[in-house]
């Protein structure tokens, strides 16, 4: 059984820095596309950033030249560094496949609180 656990967020002030990381458990972790997406109260859950089993990468234009996405295939666990974080970063944040065609999304983790004051 897939498992995916969130772990690293927390309480930063405006400015600050967070890195997020996510372990993946049972899945075929080398050739899926990850993807890391944040929700907030009475909103849709939205792709931040993802990156494909080579190593490229995407953006949210939100969160562009902020925010940095990464792997480790050794350790079956994909990462968000998170600099110049803003209030409006404020949310809760999910790792999960990427949106990729023949990948279809696995059973949602916990997420992971992160909260900017301001």
């Known amino acids: 059984q897939v498992q995916l656990v969130e772990s690293g967020g927390g309480l930063v002030q405006a400015g600050g820095s967070l890195r997020l990381s996510c372990a993946v458990y049972?899945?075929?972790?080398?050739?899926?596309?990850l993807a890391w997406y944040r929700q907030t109260p009475g909103k849709q859950r939205e792709l931040v950033a993802d990156?494909?089993?080579?190593?490229?990468?995407h953006y949210a234009d939100s969160v562009k030249g902020r925010f940095t996405i990464s792997r480790d295939n050794a350790k079956n666990t994909v990462y968000l560094q998170m600099n110049s974080l803003k209030p409006e970063d404020t949310a809760v944040y999910y790792c999960?496949?990427?949106?990729?065609?023949?990948?279809?999304?696995?059973?949602w983790g916990r997420g992971t609180q992160v909260t900017v004051s301001s």
């Open positions: 990156i494909t089993s080579g190593g490229s990468t």
């Open positions: 049972g899945s075929n972790f080398r050739r899926a596309p």
């Open positions: 999960n496949r990427g949106q990729s065609p023949g990948w279809p999304l696995l059973r």
